[in-house]
């Protein structure tokens, strides 16, 4: 199931969150795209860099906090050195999200802003990319945007946005 809403992240009440992230310098640094959600976490950074100092976060890839806490922390290696998401990155690893949410019995994930909701990536809207790679998924995803999707988005019938804007999947909260 999916869903995406315009609100607050850290006002979910998910088990867990994804937070997409930009990858610096050959996968040894990363810099989160929402300053205000990562500094929510401060221990799951403390333990990022821990693990950055042996390990690389490479394009697509996953980094999952296993710290104790709620909610959990899982980073979304989406965005390349120059802040610009790439449609290839930003599937894989939405993909590995979904793999993952459904090997551990996740029951939801709040995933946060993947990109603005008027700019598209290859001709799509970051939000077709999110649906296509995380509806056939067990987990109950929610994903948060700086805004609900425009008009311009609402595709043709049969569209997979139509079909999930059809299910009144698209809520304001």
């Not at 999916?2 to 850290?10: A, E, K």
């Not at 937070?19 to 205000?36: M, N, R, S, T, Y």
């Not at 959600?37 to 690389?56: G, I």
Request: a neutral charge; proline letters at 8%.
């Amino acid at each position: 199931m999916m869903q995406f809403v315009s609100g607050n992240i850290l006002e979910s009440h998910s088990p867990v969150v994804a937070l997409p992230v930009q990858i610096k310098q050959d996968g040894k640094e990363v810099a989160p795209l929402d300053q205000k959600a990562a500094k929510a976490f401060p221990d799951s950074w403390v333990r990022l860099k821990r693990f950055l100092r042996s390990h690389q976060l490479n394009p697509g890839e996953l980094w999952v906090d296993d710290g104790p806490g709620q909610p959990r922390l899982v980073l979304l290696a989406s965005h390349g050195p120059l802040g610009n998401v790439q449609v290839p990155m930003l599937r894989k690893s939405l993909r590995r999200l979904a793999n993952w949410a459904d090997r551990n019995d996740v029951a939801a994930v709040a995933v946060g802003n993947l990109g603005s909701a008027d700019r598209t990536l290859a001709g799509l809207p970051s939000q077709q990319i999110a649906y296509e790679q995380l509806v056939d998924s067990r987990c109950r995803f929610v994903v948060y945007e700086n805004q609900v999707m425009p008009p311009q988005f609402e595709e043709t019938t049969g569209s997979p946005l139509a079909r999930w804007r059809d299910q009144d999947q698209l809520v304001a909260v």
